[in-house]
């Protein structure tokens, strides 16, 4: 029995040798040296969205431990940790960043950058030694300028709503004031008001203002103005990281002074045609999203279709707009711009038209006239 343990003992030492040994004879052992990575520092960007790490020849039985992207940090379960040990491949994904083991390569793949520098590391481990690739996404520049439309906001002392429309998807509120007082509306998960939010999406109330950030649009509501002699005042500043605009806002109280800009300024407020017809472009220089009050043709109060609900959104939010009254066809172009197309005049007879604009309280009028000759 003695024999054949001293037997047994022998070939797994002479065993053991070989495993230890190069084709020259000499003992070696691959991870003597630590873990040995083609790369510990990655940075991708819009161009470069991938990137490969290559693990040391000869290097088997090494493995992913864990992924952090950001503040996340995901630790790999033990059957894919076992899989790799076994030279299996790997491919998942972790929030923004793909992961992908074959062979000795390990793949980082980002998906397209939101607008801002983002960070990842993947761990490595093997035979009790480790290693940690470092990385970051850089953003793409962008100097395309960040903008709202409208940019100034006047809301009736009614209340209502209002959408302001940007020029971007990845911007995030910078700073938000309400009649003289700064809120934070990023303050529940710790950052300050300036500090780019992991979630931009906002919607609550600060003072009197209701706030609603939904991908581009940034959207506005307020209740009844209660106040005699108040307007209430709000400014929100929104930011990239790079580009800057400001939204200004007013709501009215319900008694008011005039003031100089109490009426929509239309320029030209007088239109001539002649005989034969024509186009005319109108715009208003002082206010925009307005809509009609009415339109009259010859002295007759012409119906505009706006019956309904979607119909008044298309002017009032798309500004589409576009009806033959009569003689006379009325087309609303963009935020301020009104375009008049007269038929040709056969009836001898002298033609007239009135049109007036409306913006809660303000209102502005237009008025024309078509020869007979």
């Known amino acids: 029995m003695k024999k054949h343990l001293i037997l047994y003992l022998s070939s797994v030492l002479l065993l053991a040798t070989a495993c230890g040994e190069d084709d ?11 873990m040995e990575l083609s790369a510990e520092t990655v940075t991708l960007n819009d161009d470069a969205l991938s990137q490969t790490i290559y693990v040391g020849e000869g290097q088997s ?14 630790l790999l379960g033990e059957a894919e940790q076992e ?14 960043l793909t992961v992908a083991v074959e ?37 793409a520049t962008d100097d395309t300028p960040l903008t709202a439309t409208p940019d100034n906001v006047l809301m009736s002392f ?21 009649d003289g007082t700064e809120y934070a509306p990023y303050a529940a998960e710790g950052r300050s008001v300036g500090e780019r939010p992991t979630d931009r999406t906002v919607d609550k109330v600060f003072g009197w203002l209701g706030v609603k950030v939904e991908g581009s649009l940034l959207i506005l509501s307020a209740e009844k103005n209660r106040k005699q002699a108040d307007n209430q005042t709000f ?23 005039p003031d100089e800009n109490a009426e929509i300024k239309v320029s030209p407020d007088k239109v001539e045609f ?30 505009l279709g706006l019956h309904l609900q979607e119909d008044r959104d298309l002017l009032t939010k798309k500004r589409i707009f576009k009806r033959t009254l009569d003689w006379l ?36 009028t237009l008025t024309g006239v078509q020869r007979a000759e």
Do not use: H
């Open 24 to 34: 020259e004879g000499n003992a070696f052992d691959a991870w003597d040296g630590g």
């Open 61 to 74: 039985g090494w493995y992913i431990t864990r992924v952090t992207t950001g503040d996340d940090e995901t």
């Open 83 to 96: 899989a790799m040990r076994n030279g299996e491949g790997l491919e998942r994904t972790f929030d923004w």
């Open 103 to 139: 062979g000795n390569a390990i793949t980082l793949t980002a998906a397209e950058n939101p607008g801002w520098d983002r960070t990842f590391g993947i761990d490595v481990a093997a035979y009790g030694c480790a290693s940690r690739i470092e990385g970051r996404q850089l953003a």
């Open 158 to 178: 009614r209340g209502g709503t209002a959408t302001i429309e940007t020029s971007k998807t990845n911007w995030w509120i910078a700073s938000l004031t309400v």
């Open 235 to 257: 400014a929100i500043t929104l930011t990239d990281g790079t580009q800057e605009c400001t939204v200004n806002g007013l709501q009215y109280c319900i008694i008011r002074e």
């Open 274 to 303: 002649g005989l034969e017809g024509g186009e005319v472009a109108v715009k208003t220089t002082n206010y925009e999203n307005w809509w009609f009050s009415f339109i009259k043709v010859d002295g007759e109060l012409q119906d």
């Open 329 to 364: 066809t009325v087309e609303v172009v963009g935020a301020d711009g009104l375009r008049l197309t007269a038929a040709p005049n056969t009836t001898g007879q002298e033609r007239t038209f009135e049109v007036e604009f409306c913006l809660f309280d303000y209102t502005g």
